[in-house]
């Protein structure tokens, strides 16, 4: 069974760039040919995939967050990490990551899900 956990801060400033990690458990990272996610729902709205790396190390981002996110790993501890700079309270949001077999950037094709981790946005 894949388990998948997130953490960091619950509350970031404006401006400042926001830290998430995605633990993994039961499953490695680097297992052809899974995708691992950052996907997030702000409040009242749907849920909006923000990006990926790949089991190769490969990464990809919503063209639209792609200038403020960057998404890293770290194969030795299972874990991939989100950053996403300059926030303003639009980032506002509850985070997930998530196990997509075989595809990445959608919002519905995914295994594994962890339970969310809310971030607010607020000075």
């Known amino acids: 069974q894949v388990q998948l956990q997130e953490s960091g801060p619950g509350l970031v400033k404006p401006s400042q760039t926001l830290s998430l990690t995605c633990t993994v458990s039961?499953?490695?990272?680097?297992?052809?040919?899974?995708?691992w996610s950052w996907i997030r729902q702000p409040p009242g709205k749907g849920l909006e995939w923000m990006g990926a790396i790949a089991y190769s190390g490969s990464t990809y981002y919503s063209p639209s967050l792609k200038s403020r996110t960057s998404i890293s790993r770290d194969t030795s501890k299972n874990q991939f990490t989100l950053q996403l700079s300059s926030v303003t309270p639009e980032d506002t949001a509850v985070y997930y990551c998530?196990?997509?077999?075989?595809?990445?950037?959608?919002?519905?094709?995914?295994?594994?899900w962890g339970q969310g981790t809310q971030v607010t946005v607020s000075s």
């Open positions: 998530a196990r997509e077999p075989g595809s990445y950037g959608s919002t519905s094709g995914y295994d594994y």
């Open positions: 039961g499953g490695s990272i680097t297992t052809n040919y899974y995708y």
